[in-house]
Each structure stands twice: as C-alpha cells, then as structure tokens.
C-alpha cells in the first residue's frame, strides 16, 4: 500500500524567486497566467486537478452542462506556454511565515511569495445536522451529487405507495436566495415545465414544489433592489415558492423546521446559504476578520509582506467597498492579474500599485428572456436584454476559459434546447449513508 | 428516512399482453423499439436510468469521452412515441414462472411474457482478492473510477520519493486481450504519446509499462487469426507489451504474479479477463449452460415458452454458431428487433420465426490508422481502411443512438484531435478503500 509518507512535493531547485499560488481558482489562475515569463519559478497547489467555472456549476446539478464543459484540468491550461510552472494536486495544511515554508500532506516548500487564493466553502453556521443531511454546491462531486439525488428521487416518487411521502421527495427546498441559490430554482423551474413532464409521463409535476428560503428581506441582496424585486416577481412567475426573512433552524433529513415553527417534509434540502473563507492554517487570528484575510491595497495580508490574499478570501477595505469586494469571479481575476504586476515591481524594487476594482456590473439569470442585470451608473437591466447579456458575457468568458469553438456550440446547443441529454444517475460520492434514499441506492449497487 | 418497504413498482393495469424487459441494453432498447404501438405494455427495468454504448466505455477511462457522450437517459430514448411503456429503476430480484411474475426490490409484477436481457457481467473465476483489487470496465462508475485512478497515479508518481514505487505506479496491467483490452491498451499508448508528456513535463512517460495479458496463444481471440496477427504487431509498434498464454495468480493491489512465478508491481490492474452472464433467480440449472440461458431459435428460454432471453445472456446453438453468437452488440440488436416480431406472431397466433443472425463482421481498433475488421466471406481490412471502416461504423451506429448532429461533431472532434479536455479526477465511487493511494484520496478530500 502506497503511503503518504512515501511521498515528495518534487519541485526543482531555482535562483528565481518562487511564487507558491494555493488554489487554482479565478484568482489563483489569473495571478499564474500573468506571471508565466523568466522572472519567477511559479508553484500551485490544489486539492482538485482542475478549475472550475463555477458560476454555470448548478447547470451541472440540474443535468444541462457535463463537468468538462465547465471545468478545465489545470495541468492542460498551463502546459505549453508557461515555463517552470509545477502544479501538485496535494492539499495545503498551512504557511510557516517565520521560516518562509508552506506546508502540504506531503512535505514542506520554502517560497519567497505565497498567495492564498483559496476561495471560500460552505458555512454550516456550527449546525452538524445540517451539514451532514443537506446538499452543498460547491465543487463539481456536489453538483453531481445532487443531480443524481433529484433524479432519485423523481424516480422513487414514480414508485411510492404514501402520498405525504411522496410530496416529501417532490417538495425541494433551496435555503439561500443568492446567485447560486436563485439561478438552481430558475433552472430547476425549466426542467419541471420542459423535460421533466416527458421523462415521467404518470406523474403530476405541478405538485413538484420548489421552495427558495432567504433570510434577509430580499433574494439576490448583493444586487440592487431593482433587480430584487424584478428576480422575485420572475421566480413566482416560473412558480417557485418564495420565503423570504426565514431562517433554517433545523434539518434532520426529513423535515425541515424554520425558525418561528413552520415545516416542510423534504428528502432534498439544498444549502446555498453561506459561505465562509477557506482559510490556510499558520497565520495568527488579527491577520483575518470574519473568516477573510485582511489585506492592504497591494493585497499584502497585513503585518506579512510576502504573503498575499486574492478573491474570496482577502478582506480589502477600501473607501468604495467598505466591506471588501463583492464574492464573484471579477475581483479574483482583476485582484490576480493585478498582483502580477505588483511582484514585478517587488522584484525590481519598483514602487506598488494600489489596486482598484472596475465594477464591470453583475448579472442572473432566471430562464429565458428572464435575468437582471446591474451596470454601472447606476443603470440596471431586465427581461431579454438582460438575457441577452448574460448569455454574451458567460459565452465570452467561456471562450476565453475553453478556447475551443465546438464545445461551446454545443453548450450553446444545450442551452437553447431543451435536449439536456445528461440525465444520468451516477452518484459520485456515498460519503452520506443516511440520507434519504441510500438505502435503496445501495441494494441497487450491491453496496451492501 | 424513506425504506425499500414504502415503494411500490406503480404499473398501470392493462387488458392487453405485457412484456417485461430486463435490462437497457442493446438487446433490451431493441425489442423495445420495436415492440412500440398498441398491442403490448411494455414494462422496462434496470438499475441503471441509462443505456451505454459499452463499445466506446474505454474512451471514457482514458479521458477522450464524458459519460454524456456514450450514454442516453433510457426514460428520454422511450419519453414521447412509445405509448404505454414504463420504465423504472430498480433491481430485478427473481423470475417466477410458475406464477408468471417478476420479482424487483419493490414488489412483484405478473407478466405475459418476460425477457431477459441482462448481459454479462465481470467475471473473476472466483477470485475475490481479484475483484477487491482490479479495475473492472463494466459499467460508466467504473470507467471514471480508472480514470481517476490513473491520472491519480500519474500525479502521484510526480511527487513520488522511491524509484521502485514509481515505476509501480507507471505499470499499467491490462489482463484480458479481447475487444476491451487491446482497445483500452491502444488508447492509453496514444495517450502517453501525445497528451501525458504535455502534461507532466518534468516526468519521463518511456518508463510508463502497458502490458496486455492475455491467456490464450493470441491477441482478439475471436477474431480471425490474421486479425490477431495484425492487432499484435500494432500493439508492439505503440510499445504494448504483450505476454500471451499467461494467465494471472493473485494481486494483492501491489504485485501481480502469473501462473508461472513472474511479477510485477502494480498499483494498477484492469480486469478485462472475462466475463459470465449476469442471471437472474428462478430457473431451474437446466435452462442453463454456462451462465448462459439456452434458448430455442425464437429465444425461448427451453422449457419456458413465455420466458425470452436476448443478446449476451442467451445461448442459441446453431448449425453455425455451435457456441452461440459472439458477445457483442450485433446478435443483441438483431435478436430484439427479431423477438419483437415473433411476439406479434404469438398474440396473432400465427408461426414464429427462426432468428438468423446476419454477421456483419467485427472490428477493432488500435490507434490512428491502425484497426482491423474481419468481414463476411472471410475478408480482413486492416491499417488505413480498417480505420475508416471502424470510424464510419461508430458514427453511423452513434448516430441512430444520440441523434444529435452537434454531439457528434463534437465527438468527433474530440477523437481527432488530441484536445481530451476531460482529464478530471472525480471519483464516482470510493468503494475500495484499501487501494493504492486511497489514504491519498480520503485525506485530500477530508473524508477521514
């Protein structure tokens, strides 16, 4: 048996500078993409041998994307161009700032500069019972996790003799009325009305309830309240079940009970509530505020000039955004592709930049013809214009990400089709043996 | 928690004759297809929710396919035409023809005629050391469980300290030289040629060992002996090694040793050595030969004449064909379109009709330009034009299956060019636990 302790980071020794990048994230990739060159020796660290474009993940989970058309193996975006570029697909267990190492699984690495580019995971808010029995959707097993659950249990449904057990498997519930939490209901709205309805042609899909769960007075609260209020009166068109100021106060798998009392009987509770930041052990807790690194303009994490926090996970405060930037892709890419810059000049002994975002809007989608969109000055879209917008700015960023023609004619293919061919039952993961259904999923698999 | 004892099959009741189908494979859809229109109710089951192109299974191990492209939603293949059919997924437990019902995990349902179309599974000669340790490539879980694997392996043999441990990892063992495993081997020499050097430029892919074992004196041992001739000395151009007449001891997960004392170490063991017939409980040993169910020349089982059995599971002993057809999708395909039609000949009374199989021929292929194809009236093609043949007959075959233009182009796209942009390592399952590098795994994804 191969043992851990069997194994070496195996990096080369270099006169360069070595920059140590941990996540291969938006920012994580970005920073490395700009650094490619003669000047530094770059190493990154990653649990998973890809990158994600995780804003289309809940495609995956409703079964319209694949995994390989939204995420990409991180040793083929750097194989060719970049030059003493190492990636090791090993976990980071923390940063020793006084002996300038990182520390992996599998051994130590001295760096001159570390970035800490590790995005966040979810924030289970201390409940154990609902991070044991509800679904993230975070990384791709999540998403396909939860596609084989839904699957399941349209299946099981078509299969139940209890009336109240079955509406239990057709009532989902989505706690979090962010990005993730808003574009799953809108897609999982589609799928009831277009796919669903064929597949199981016995079955009465209007009594599929999907329930979008938000604590604050608002969905999408990082959006303006415009486009709140045009995301709320779209979803209750589509038909999804708005609660809005609940909060889960438990979950055992089979009831969900809200804070003030009411309950929904669900096998499938979906937790895109929160996140918090994924943080790296060895820094001492004044370096961070609410679970982020707090970093200077240069996204120097304070009092450690040669370690760095970009995306997610750093805390910059500035006059604009006094509570750090919003948690999307484009302060990662900017934050990565500006630091970049600013290791040259360390090298060169050159002045820094200060960073500034360039808030290029945010967008969602709901379904067709159906998304908001905030722009700057103030200006906020809606309906087809919006989607028309979304779909230009997720198909330009694709391009960039996949630089390959025929695979984005097929997403877009997928995605103006209703001919979502994906709906395979391939559980990824049986790490919750609980859960609603398992039992029968694992007599199924001759797991037992 | 939601029990097995709580589902029910919810089969709608008929007065007209039902068909039970056991199993979504070539056999299965086939009949059923055919069986489309008013006369019967068509009952479908499996396990899984999906039919595979098995003939294209290895491409997804070796990271040239998503499962998306090999395989179809059986409830989409049979959502809109095909009247009164019912498709559910669930465990096959027994036949009991005595009271003409079908046993599942959910319930029994009585039938009118019942076929068995459950293909083959692997086959470990009773080994169980074997089947805790080898790789099977059976199903799509474990396609992507080996795909994992390897380039875990890969990654791991990057950051390995002892030469010797790292030449385990890079040992490939595929036991088993038919279809399967020369394909597989051909697919993995492509794929240390043109893809792992870009992958891992600091590793040396010359000492990557694929060796292809086999227990006979050949090479596709179905195949015609010139075949075999020209498969192997393809196989040794692309640096298979190939050791014939061998036959496998033991693995431990770490050494395998062949009957005859050699070894070698290897963290990596594909199990494509055999296969048995995959039965279902309830007929007496007699309908039996082999694992196989013996069936007339309408594919009644003997003794059982509302009992069918179709493709792999069958054994149809012909003047022609004294060991049966060869396992593969053809006689499967033709038998269910054929049994459709004598079901029509049963219900209207009239004569039934011998199955004749009509061979086409068969086809392997090896890499670009090397294939082979043994045709009717003892024709070989090989090189070039047993390429093209190969090519034109997967297409055309893929085609009448996925019936999405787009996909196809895409697919072939992915075949010429080397761009597998799918090498993600998601583990479908983490059944083994003890296999090499689990520790790995289990650690990286917290699992422990």
Redesign the interface.
């Known amino acids: 048996?191969?043992?851990?302790k069997?194994?070496?980071?195996?990096i080369?020794d270099t006169t360069k500078p070595r920059v140590v990048i941990i996540g291969g994230g938006f920012g994580g990739i970005n920073v490395a993409r700009k650094l490619s060159g003669k000047e530094f020796q770059v190493v990154m660290f990653d649990?998973?041998?890809?990158h994600g474009f995780w804003p289309l993940l809940y495609q995956v989970a409703t079964a319209g994307l694949?995994?390989?058309a939204i995420?990409?193996?991180l040793?083929?975006m750097f194989?060719?161009d970049y030059e003493d570029f190492?990636f090791?697909?090993?976990?980071v267990t923390g940063i020793n700032p006084a002996s300038k190492t990182v520390s992996t699984?599998?051994g130590d690495l001295p760096y001159d500069f570390v970035i800490i580019a590790t995005g966040t995971k979810s924030n289970y808010f201390g409940n154990e019972q609902i991070k044991k029995y509800s679904f993230p959707l975070k990384q791709?097993?999540d998403a396909?996790n939860l596609r084989s659950q839904l699957?399941?249990s349209f299946?099981?449904a078509?299969?139940?003799?209890?009336p109240e057990?079955r509406q239990s498997?057709l009532n989902i519930v989505i706690v979090g009325g962010g990005p993730t939490g808003v574009e799953l209901a809108g897609s999982l709205a589609e799928m009831r009305k277009h796919v669903l309805p064929?597949?199981?042609?016995?079955m009465d899909f209007s009594r599929m309830n999907i329930y979008l769960v938000e604590g604050l007075d608002r969905v999408l609260p990082p959006m303006s309240p415009e486009s709140s209020a045009t995301t709320k009166r779209y979803l209750e068109e589509v038909g999804i079940n708005i609660k809005l100021n609940t909060l889960v106060e438990s979950y055992d798998?089979?009831v969900v009970t809200f804070k003030g009392g009411e309950q929904i009987k669900t096998?499938t509770l979906i937790w895109a509530a929160g996140v918090s930041g994924a943080q790296v052990a060895g820094l001492p807790p004044e370096a961070s505020e609410r679970g982020r690194y707090l970093v200077n303009h240069f996204n120097q994490v304070i009092g450690f000039p040669d370690v760095f926090a970009i995306g997610d996970i750093a805390y910059m405060k500035t006059e604009k955004w006094p509570k750090g930037h919003p948690g999307v892709a484009q302060p990662a890419i900017q934050q990565g592709q500006h630091l970049a810059k600013n290791l040259r000049h360390i090298i060169r002994r050159e002045p820094l930049e200060p960073f500034e975002y360039f808030d290029k809007g945010s967008l969602a989608i709901i379904g067709r013809n159906k998304a908001v969109a905030d722009l700057p000055k103030n200006m906020h879209l809606k309906g087809f214009i919006a989607w028309m917008a979304w779909l230009f700015v997720h198909i330009y960023y694709l391009i960039g990400f996949?630089n390959?023609l025929?695979?984005l004619?097929?997403w877009v293919?997928k995605f103006f089709t209703y001919?979502n061919?994906?709906?395979?039952?391939?559980?990824?993961?049986?790490?919750k043996d609980?859960i609603?259904?398992q039992?029968?999923v694992r007599?199924?698999?001759d797991?037992d």
Chains 1, 2 share one sequence.
Do not use: C, S, W
């Open positions: 048996m191969l043992h851990i069997e194994l070496t980071l195996n080369p649990r998973q041998n890809y694949e995994p390989d995420a990409e193996p040793r083929k194989d060719e190492h090791r697909q090993v976990k699984l599998v791709v097993p396909l699957l399941q299946e099981q078509n299969m139940i003799k209890d057990v498997l064929n597949d199981y042609p016995g798998g089979e096998q996949r390959k025929i695979v004619a097929n293919y001919e061919g994906t709906r395979l039952i391939i559980r990824p993961f049986l790490r609980d609603a259904g039992e029968f007599k199924q698999a797991l």
